[in-house]
């Protein structure tokens, strides 16, 4: 079973992740790794911290001459500008001076939440762990899953729809069908949208909510292609691929709605409007529509993975909404940390970093092995048993 966890602090040494239950013999290297790692760092209205940070991964353990062992794959990045905090973020026992201590919780963040919860005083101890820095890890991590995804044909490519008020329908399908096509001409906006137009308008939103001191959030869609009929389970609730996923979206920090296919429209439509009619062409089946967004019943049917996510507007603000200071319980400003504009852009590559994550979890349960070639012959046997298992008229 492959499993991650991340740790580390926005201003801490540095963060760290792991993942496990990967077969021996993968092939990874850090130039996997480097692609994913420099996009969740682009996007207009980026803050400062991206002009610091490398974000530069290095294999600690699991990976020896480019290729997986089988046991824990560990990845280290460092937080270059520790070196700026290392006062107040060091490990070592130090007398409390107040530095750069968080007092006035900002609306929106964990700040209020979890010094609640963990009985902190000063804020910083809940808000460098709650930072979006964290995913920094993650997308190291989901960029080694996309390695595992590719020994099974899987593409997992996302893409902004909306900032603001200025929204994008989406791409066609036939250029989704053209993955490679289709990111070129994202990376090619400065918002990772891949319509000139809409991108533009996009641009100037944020520059608009900048001037006014203001944060922006929108919406992304990630889609994963090659996926086989049975990922994922309808047995318990927690087995369904479409609840996974949703969790691990939601998970990302800022991230408040996920729908999969026509998702809430879904809801405003009659069934003969909703649901995939099964066909028959040639000797195989076919849908004539992906309405369901590739899940039915928590379990993938052989369609495009459709999902979409809603990201919030970053809670912290140039011009501060009301709070309180938690010393002396009289109103003032909320906290100003250093933080992005807009961060849409950055979370769709999260996004698939999750996604990917997820599948890989599901491809591990479904026809795992210990080693590639066992991983590789089991999912040759699962791609027979589909086929003749949706001709069942062939051997009635």
Known sequence: MIRFFTAGESHGPGLTGVIEGLPAGLEVGGEDL?????????GYGRGGRMAIETDAVRFVSGVRKGRTLGGPVTVWIENRDFRNWEQVMGADPAPEDGVRAVHVPRPGHADLVGGVKFGHRDLRNVLERASAR?????????AIARKYLSLFGVRVTSCVLSIGTVSFQGPSEELWNEP???RERILNSEVFCPDPATSSRMVEEIRSAKKAGDTLGGVFEVRATGLPVGLGSYSQWDQRLDGRLA???LS???IKGV???LGFEAARLPGSRVHDPILRKGEGLVRSSNGSGGLEGGVTNGSALVVRAAMKPIATLYTPLPSVDLRTGQESPASVERSD????????????????LILAQAFSDKIGGD??????AHFQASCRLERERLHPWETA
């Open 134 to 142: 964290e995913t920094a890890t993650r997308v190291a991590l989901g």
């Open 34 to 42: 480097a692609s994913d790692m420099a996009r969740r760092k682009m």
């Open 259 to 261: 729908e999969f296919g």
């Open 371 to 376: 080693s590639v070639e066992e991983v590789q």
């Open 180 to 182: 490679d096509i289709l």
């Open 247 to 249: 969790q691990a979206l």
């Open 341 to 356: 504009i807009c961060a849409v852009p950055a979370a769709s590559v999260v996004g698939e970093a999750m996604v990917c």
């Open 252 to 254: 990302i920090q800022a």
